[in-house]
Each structure stands twice: as C-alpha cells, then as structure tokens.
C-alpha cells in the first residue's frame, strides 16, 4: 500500500512512516480485512465510510505538521486517520458526529495503544475547549470554510479542509497568517461524505 502511495507522489517520511505502522484492517470489520490495504475507501459503520489511504496520505502530507504539533480532526470515523496522526507523533483532538462510530473508535484506539482524545458532537464548529490547534483536518465534504473553524487556528496554522457541494469539492489548504488574514489555496478534486451539523450540509442532532 505504501508503495502505491509513493508512486502517487506522496513523499513525506512522517506520513509514510506512519502509514507503513498504522494496521488499517483493525479499523474495518473482519469481513472487509482482506481488502484494508487496497488503495480504496471501505464503509464503516453508520452509512460511513474510512477514507481511502491516498486520501489520509495526501490530506496528511497537506498538513506540513511537525511532532508534538496540536491538531484537530473533524470526522474521526473509524479512527484510523487519527491513529496515523498519532503515530506522526501529533496531539490529537478528533470529534465525531455519530456515536456508534465515536464509541468504536475509542475502544479501538485505546486497544492498539493511539493515545487521541475524542469527543462525540458536532465538531463542524470545532472543539473550543482545547483551542487553539496548530493544525486542522476536516475528513468530510463542507459546504465552505466555517469561521469557527479558522478562528481555532493558531496563527501560522493550517487547515486542510474539502470545500464544494455534497457530489463534488476541492481539497482546501487554509493558512492562517495573522490575527486577521487567512490565505486559501484550492487544490484537486475529491468526492467525501458531507459534513453534517450546524456548518455543515444538514442540522439533524448528533445520533
Ligand atoms: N477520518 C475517518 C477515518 O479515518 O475512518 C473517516 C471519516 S469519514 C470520511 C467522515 C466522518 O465525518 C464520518 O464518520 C461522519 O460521521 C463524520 N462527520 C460528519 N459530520 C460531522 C460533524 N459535524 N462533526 C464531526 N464528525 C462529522
């Protein structure tokens, strides 16, 4: 799989690193394990989906994060690109809109010893309690770039974020330079499954 990854130009050893350690089918059903390390998203629980590992490489490469660095993840699904974060030797903070999938991803993580803290919520407008984050990745489809989001960005921060309608966004590089100014950068297309909660494509409360 790492190498596939490579190939598609993915070339940041701390992402490569933790791909290579990351066991991805530990974050699929048993049914689905012999197809973890295919470079191809796989559904989860909750109509979800654990993105596929181009995807996790690509937004992680994105982050330009360094270890130690605080980041947040809106999303965390199965937990597997937190564990990836983890294992880049990033904070973790991940929040979760459904709580099936929350819970399954905490015992999970503590199971194979990724040491992320994890809320269930709406994390379309972040988690205020331990901003601010150093880096953003939001691992669903938004219709824009909340302002709450930005606003949890330390200055010097990035986030990576895929902006566009619920068929189709662009991956989103959000630097944040001063108090004031935010510079954004658009990159290629992706299809994710869409954000939910207040910023996000629908306001139905966390399950
Ligand atoms: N990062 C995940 C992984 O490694 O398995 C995959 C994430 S999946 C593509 C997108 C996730 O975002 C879903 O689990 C979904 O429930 C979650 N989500 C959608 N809206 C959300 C919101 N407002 N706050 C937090 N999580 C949200």
Redo the contacts with the bound molecule.
């Keep these: 799989m790492v190498d596939l990854l490579e190939t598609r130009g993915i070339t940041d050893a701390g992402v490569l690193a933790a791909m290579r350690e990351v066991p991805r089918h530990k ?1 699929v059903e048993s049914a689905l394990a012999e197809e973890a390390y295919a470079d191809k ?1 796989l559904p ?1 629980h ?1 109509g ?4 596929q590992p181009f995807t ?1 490489a690509f937004q992680s490469q994105l982050l330009q994060a360094k270890a130690r660095m605080k980041v947040l ?12 974060l983890c294992a880049m030797g990033l904070r973790v903070f ?5 709580g099936r ?1 929350h819970r399954e ?1 905490r015992e999970r993580l503590l199971a194979l010893g990724y040491e992320a803290r994890l809320h269930h ?4 407008g972040g988690w205020r309690l331990y901003q601010p984050y150093e880096r953003i990745l939001v ?2 489809a938004s219709p824009e770039v909340p302002l709450a989001l930005r606003q949890q960005l330390t200055v010097g921060g990035i986030m990576v974020i895929p902006v566009g309608n619920q068929a189709r966004q662009q991956m989103t590089v959000v630097r944040r330079l001063s108090q004031r100014e935010y510079e954004v950068e658009t990159l290629q297309a992706f299809r ?9 494509f629908s306001l139905d409360e ?1 399950a």
């Excluded at 993840?73 to 990836?84: C, D, F, H, L, N």
């Excluded at 919520?121 to 379309?124: N, P, V």
């Design positions: 974050f998203p989860i909750s979800q989906t654990i993105s996790v993840e809106v999303g965390t699904g199965s937990g597997y690109q937190a564990a990836v991940s929040v979760e809109y459904d999938l991803a919520g709406d994390g379309s691992t669903a994710f499954v869409p954000l939910r909660g207040r910023y996000g966390p």
